[in-house]
């Protein structure tokens, strides 16, 4: 049941950073006198994406509001999945090993069965209530006991938990019956009971079984919810709604949002600083930009169909593929050490999705400690989709950007007038950033079932007992609050579940960022502010021509395309632009850039 609730917590949670991540990237996004103030000393920013970059250069409440949305989302990844959680009931069960004549003659019985047959707190006396079922006939009862092939007595009655049985009676097969010495006159051999980790595995000494008669108990399963948590979670969320509705409502300053908005700026009042630049891209920005003499000589050069890759950063790509990888080798580390260790100790089984195999630290604390501890991991995979989702839109937004070489287009804008598109996302499109919702969604509610708050309730003949388990696996008697312990649980399938989603996710990034590639023409850089810059002044080799389709009406409100205003040869400069009227295309080895000293002639 749980497994389903924490799916819809962890939609509910997705949906809500979602929109504040929406509000953080509003917030950083630069005004144009910040845009103008940072050309000025030859700094660009982030247009069209969120950006760590843009923060030293915002204004101070637009900071502030960004540093608060931030820090109200910690208690969503800290501690969110943790507000409902199950508290399982473990059996603490009798077992015995014995072979057929065990059910038919009482006889075979030893009224002694030693000391080094007797493990894990057995007691004469439970061995005693075993064979009273045998003698009343209550072994044969169906709706008391039912029969279990080998290898369903071990899974079940192996691991660190028994929760689907209760008392048992295991039958080895034949040759280990002769070969542990059991006879017709000697028909118990080993005797067991714990709450887990019985010892009936080859492992330490428990044969192969023909079958075993196992105990029906009811499931004792308890969905529980901490009001604690639910608060930190509600004030949280209000707080988050709050500070997003300033945003949406309260922020008055024209911010440029989009690529879109960008364009419309810097044509409607060009910006100095990057004037006979217009060629310039992310790559070659240091040197333009940056030295006049660079300017010199900028010719058209032929270019291949370029990697979405390349639209972003060696370093982003480096930072977030050691993240990606350095976090999947943790996560299989991790799996390897711990199923190992439980394998070492003969208590390994492989339980479902989503289900305790070992709790790591464990106490009769607050559940507070260990709710932070089993949701680091929560906060990690929500910076790892921030970065994934970065990568994302930095490869989308120059697929936006470089299609203005390709056709005529309107501007996309967070304020439409006259031609221009409304801005009803900011750069992933639909059709992108639901299927990136879904897989965050997947991959936090895998990690949910896969490391998460555990509350462990034993029970003995349908009673609560104060037992505990160490971290060697074995159970002890402790007095523990109400026989109950809360620790880190940890389920081996739930984290391959991670595994297996997070390196599909990577692949798929992977290969758009190889295999997908932008058209040739427009220089890419979409998302970098000084670049967009360049692109947008408007000149014209005729005079007339210019007036005519300038003079009466604003540029950025009609259909928008790139290329060649002016035309170059190979000795004569051109220039390129956006254009509401007819451009070209480039031309491989012609000059589109004017110096300084062109413009003194």
Known sequence: MTTGIHLLINLLSSILLGASNYCMQRLVAPTRGEVDKAHSQRVWLDIGMPSVKNLSRIGKGRLALWLLLALSSMPLHLVFNSAVFETIAANNVNFLIVGPEFFTDKNSWKADVGNNNILDGSTDNFITQLQNRVLDGKYMDRKLFRNLTGDECVRKYTG???????????????????????????????????????????????????????????????????????????????????LMTITLWRLNEQTLVTIGDAVKSFLREPDPSTEDCCLMSRRNIKTVWNVPEARLNQRFEPGKRRPWFSACSLRRWLFSMFLYVGSLATAGAFTVVMRNSLKERGSYNSNGFGKVNIVLPFGDTSIIPFVLLANVPQAIVSFIYLTYNGLFTCMLANREWSRYAMKRAPLRVTVPTAAQRSTYFLQLPYLWSLPLMVASILLHWFVSQSIFLARIQVYRDGTPVNVVLDRLGMYHNLKMANGVFTGVGYSDRGLQ???????????????????????????????????????????????????????????????????????????????????????????VGCLYARTSKEKGD
Not at 196 to 214: A, D, K, R, T
Not at 526 to 538: D, F, L
Not at 550 to 567: A, N, Q, R
Request: overall charge negative; glycine content about 10%.
């Open 497 to 587: 579940a991670v595994i297996g989603w997070g390196a599909a996710m990577v692949l798929v990034i992977l290969v758009v960022a190889i295999f997908f590639q932008y058209p040739k023409g427009l220089p890419l850089g979409g998302t970098n502010s000084a670049v967009i810059s360049a692109a947008c002044h408007v000149k014209y080799e005729d005079a007339d021509e210019a007036r005519k389709v300038e003079e009466d009406e604003d540029v950025s409100e009609k259909p928008l395309k790139w290329g060649v205003t002016i035309e170059g040869t190979r000795d004569k400069v051109g220039h390129c632009s956006f254009s509401a009227g007819e451009v070209g295309a480039p031309v």
């Open 160 to 242: 660190n938990f028994i929760t689907e049985v209760g008392a048992g009676y295991g039958v080895p097969v034949a040759d280990a019956r002769t070969n542990l010495g059991m006879s017709p006159t000697n028909s118990l051999l080993l005797t067991n009971s714990a709450s887990g980790g019985l010892v009936i595995q080859p492992y330490n000494g428990g044969p192969e079984y023909e079958y075993c008669l196992s105990e029906i108990v009811p499931l004792r399963c308890k969905v529980q919810f901490s009001l604690t948590i639910l608060y930190w979670v509600i004030a949280t969320n209000v707080a988050k709604i709050i």
